[in-house]
Antibody
Framework: QVQLVQSESELKKPGASVKVSCKASGYIFSSYAINWVRQAPGQGLEWMGWINTKTGNPTYDQGFTGRFVFSLDTSVSTAYLQISSLKAEDTAVYYC????????????WGQGTQVTVSS | SSELTQDPAVSVALGQTVRITCQGDNLRSYYASWYRQRPGQAPVLVIYGKNNRPSGIPDRFSGSSSGDKASLTITGAQAEDEADYYCNFRDSSRNHVFGTGTKVTVL
C-alpha cells in the first residue's frame, strides 16, 4: 500500500542543523509531488512548500526561504527536509505528504517527525 | 487574500449533525478539501473536490460550497469523529493554503 515513513524525532541545539527524511513506498515516487507541512506546538497546519519529484525543483512558501531546503534521493524514493541554523521557534512536528491524483490534495501523509530545538 | 477562516471550536451530541465552515475569497474559484487530524496523529484527507470521499472515509462525511464558503458536514457524529478539522485549497500556482482549524468535540 501507499506509505510515507518519516525519520525519528530529533533534539537539537540552537544553531545546529537537522535533516528529516520521508521514504515513499507502494507507488511510483517520481509521479507525485511531495509537500512539506509544519505544525508548531498547539498550532494549526502550515504549508512550507513542495518538491517536484520528477525534476527535483523545490518551491518554498513565504517564511520558509533561506534556512529550509527540500531535496530528493530518487534511487531510494526518499524526500528530505533540511533546516539549518535552528532556532527555538523551529520546534514543531514536520510532515511530508504525497500529492494525490487530482493534483490538488494530499492523499497520503507521513507520520510526522518531531524536531525540538533546545539548549 | 489567500486566508481561510474557520470557527475555532464546535461541539455536537453523539449521533447528531454538525457543520464546519471555512471562509475565504479564493473559495469562489477553488474547491476546498478537508482534513481530519486526531490527537497525536497525522492529518487524513476526508473530502476533496465537489464532494468526494477517499476510500475508507464513511459516508456520514460530506462537503458543499457556496460563494466564498465551504462546509464539511458530519451526519450522525461518532465518538471517533472528535478531532481537529482543517480546510485547504491549492491555487493555480500550486500553493497550498490551510484554514485555521476547527476543534470538534463529540458530547
Amino acid at each position: 500500500q501507499v506509505q510515507l515513513v518519516q525519520s525519528e524525532s530529533e533534539l537539537k541545539k540552537p544553531g545546529a542543523s537537522v535533516k528529516v527524511s520521508c521514504k515513499a513506498s507502494g507507488y511510483i515516487f517520481s509521479s507525485y509531488a511531495i509537500n512539506w507541512v509544519r505544525q508548531a506546538p498547539g498550532q494549526g497546519l502550515e504549508w512550507m512548500g513542495w518538491i517536484n519529484t520528477k525534476t527535483g525543483n523545490p518551491t518554498y512558501d513565504q517564511g520558509f526561504t533561506g534556512r529550509f531546503v527540500f531535496s530528493l534521493d530518487t534511487s531510494v524514493s526518499t524526500a528530505y527536509l533540511q533546516i539549518s541554523s535552528l532556532k527555538a521557534e523551529d520546534t514543531a512536528v514536520y510532515y511530508c505528504a504525497k500529492l494525490g491524483n487530482d493534483g490538488l490534495t494530499d492523499d497520503c501523509w507521513g507520520q510526522g517527525t518531531q524536531v525540538t530545538v533546545s539548549s | 487574500s489567500s486566508e481561510l477562516t474557520q470557527d475555532p471550536a464546535v461541539s455536537v451530541a453523539l449521533g447528531q449533525t454538525v457543520r464546519i465552515t471555512c471562509q475565504g475569497d479564493n473559495l469562489r474559484s477553488y474547491y476546498a478539501s478537508w482534513y481530519r487530524q486526531r490527537p497525536g496523529q497525522a492529518p487524513v484527507l476526508v473530502i476533496y473536490g465537489k464532494n468526494n470521499r477517499p476510500s475508507g472515509i464513511p459516508d456520514r462525511f460530506s462537503g458543499s460550497s457556496s460563494g466564498d464558503k465551504a462546509s464539511l458536514t458530519i451526519t450522525g457524529a461518532q465518538a471517533e469523529d472528535e478531532a481537529d478539522y482543517y480546510c485547504n485549497f491549492r491555487d493555480s500556482s500550486r500553493n497550498h493554503v490551510f484554514g485555521t482549524g476547527t476543534k470538534v468535540t463529540v458530547l
